[in-house]
Structure formats: structure tokens, C-alpha cells
């Protein structure tokens, strides 16, 4: 059999290599502390328990930060994966998917028509706002998730379209109806329903 089937090196391999070079740092680590106590009585040495439960602490915390740095990681660039992988046909959010025919977006504008009507511009605003979160799925430009939130929509959406400002127009009156306690005005949902329209024509 030609040696050149065998594997030259392994994850597995290399994680026991590192262990080990951690270990022998650690155990002089503990020569050098040692040597440097000379007022201590000769032959004292850290009892084999003690030095366990360093080495097991030790490790603990390079665990608990990998898992810290892995999670900071994935809050970061998740959005940025979904994005890639929706618009490279590799992934479906099956969430998005299944919606009730209640939030189609013919739907939507619809409603938010009547509410503009009855004078109730906050929910006409939103409406018009999720019928463009609805126009984002639809064209697999940012896939809906309900998770995301608006100032993740704004970033995705600077990498993806050309004309962010019809976007922001929206997703700003959005942040206002939901955390701010400014009046929504008709002039308000005029300017949404021409930064909708300037969307669904791209």
C-alpha cells in the first residue's frame, strides 16, 4: 500500500498536540513559580489535585470564550449569510414562507388605504411597511425573518440595492411608530406610499 494514502495530520491530532503543549507550559509555569519561592520548606510542591482543578479551570475559560467569540461572530455576520446563501439559491427561510393570505401584499396596501382613510396614519404607515418587507421576500432580496430587526434590514439592504433612501424612508417612520412617540401625520404616510412605489418599480 503507497504511503501517501495515509493522512499526514488531523484536527483530532493537533487538538491532542496543543493540549499537550498547553499541559507541559502549564507544568513549567508551575517549575518557575515554585523556583521563585525559595522561603518556602524544601520539597513543598502544589498538591496533584490543586493542579487538576487549575488545568480544568484553565480550560473551562478558553471554552466558555470560544463559545462567547462564536456567538459574537454569529450575531454579527448571520444576517449577512442568510442574505448570500438566499440569493444564491442554497437556502429557503421556511418561516417566510408560510404566511396566511392576510399579509399578501395587495393585502396590505389595502388596508393601509382604509386606515388612511379613518385617520389612523400610524397603522397605514406600518402596513405599508411590512407590504415592503413582503416585496424584499418576494423578490429574495433580504428574506423575511421575523428576528430581524430594522437597523439589520438597513444594513443588508446598503450591500444589495442601489437606491437605499425609499428603504430608509420606511424603515425610519417604522422605528418612530414603534419607539418613538412623535405624531404620525398624512404628510408621513404620503412619503412612505411614494417610497413604496419608487421600491415596487426597481
Not at 388612511?116 to 397605514?124: D, F, I, L, M, V
Not at 411590512?130 to 418576494?138: F, G, I, R, S
Not at 419607539?179 to 421600491?199: H, K, S, T, V
Request: glycine fraction near 2%.
Amino acid at each position: 500500500m503507497p504511503t501517501d494514502t495515509f493522512e499526514k495530520t488531523s484536527w483530532s491530532w493537533q487538538l491532542s498536540l496543543f493540549q499537550q503543549q498547553v499541559g507541559e507550559w502549564w507544568e513549567y509555569q508551575f517549575y518557575r513559580f515554585e523556583q521563585a519561592l525559595p522561603e518556602l520548606p524544601t520539597g513543598w510542591s502544589i498538591s496533584p489535585w490543586l493542579a487538576e482543578l487549575l488545568k480544568f479551570l484553565f480550560w473551562l475559560v478558553i471554552a466558555l470564550f470560544t463559545v462567547w467569540i462564536s456567538w459574537r461572530l454569529w450575531r454579527e455576520f448571520s444576517p449577512y449569510l442568510y442574505s448570500w446563501l438566499s440569493r444564491s439559491g442554497n437556502f429557503t427561510d421556511f418561516r417566510a414562507k408560510t404566511r396566511s393570505s392576510e399579509s399578501s401584499i395587495a393585502l396590505l396596501l389595502e388596508r393601509s388605504q382604509e386606515f388612511y382613510r379613518q385617520g389612523n396614519y400610524r397603522e397605514a404607515c406600518r402596513c405599508v411597511y411590512l407590504a415592503m418587507l413582503q416585496q424584499l421576500d418576494k423578490k429574495a432580496i433580504v428574506p423575511h425573518k421575523i428576528s430581524r430587526t430594522d437597523g439589520e434590514y438597513l444594513q443588508l439592504l446598503r450591500s444589495a440595492v442601489t437606491s437605499i433612501q425609499p428603504y430608509e424612508t420606511l424603515i425610519t417612520t417604522h422605528e418612530q411608530l414603534c419607539f418613538g412617540n412623535a405624531e404620525i401625520l398624512p404628510d408621513n404616510y404620503q412619503q412612505c406610499r411614494q417610497a413604496y412605489r419608487q421600491i415596487s418599480q426597481e
